[in-house]
């Protein structure tokens, strides 16, 4: 699992901060919760310079601990990025994991 950012909880919901890839450096991201438009429609739209480049989701993981499912998408990107916003030892923090290749 790879650190990918730390995020700041505001009394609105949103969250802020940055997120660094070797590729990818945004400094000024901004998480903002919104109403949702259907059943499978995002919690959150992410932000960065004014430009929309992901969506989010609240989720529950098995050990029954809240977080945010977050999918970043961008033209410069190979393909869309999935990461987990997840609150460890009090920070919430951006994590990413590379999937697990299938052995069928």
Same mark, same amino acid.
């Given at each position: 699992m790879a650190t990918l950012g730390t995020f700041t909880l505001h009394?609105?919901?949103s969250f802020t901060g940055s997120i660094r890839t070797l590729s990818l450096n945004v400094k000024s991201v901004t998480i903002r919760?919104?109403?949702k438009t259907?059943?499978?429609g995002p919690?959150?739209?992410?932000?960065a310079v004014g430009y929309e480049f992901g969506a989010?989701?609240?989720k529950t993981s098995?050990?029954?601990?809240?977080?945010? !499912?977050l999918k970043f998408d961008d033209i410069g990107f190979a393909d869309a990025i999935n990461?987990?916003?997840v609150q460890i030892d009090g920070v919430h923090t951006l994590v990413? !994991?590379?999937p697990q290749a299938r052995n069928d």
């Open positions: 009394a609105d919901g919760p919104v109403e259907g059943e499978r919690d959150y739209r992410v932000f989010g989701w609240k098995k050990d029954e601990k809240e977080y945010v !499912s990461a987990a916003l990413w !994991s590379r």
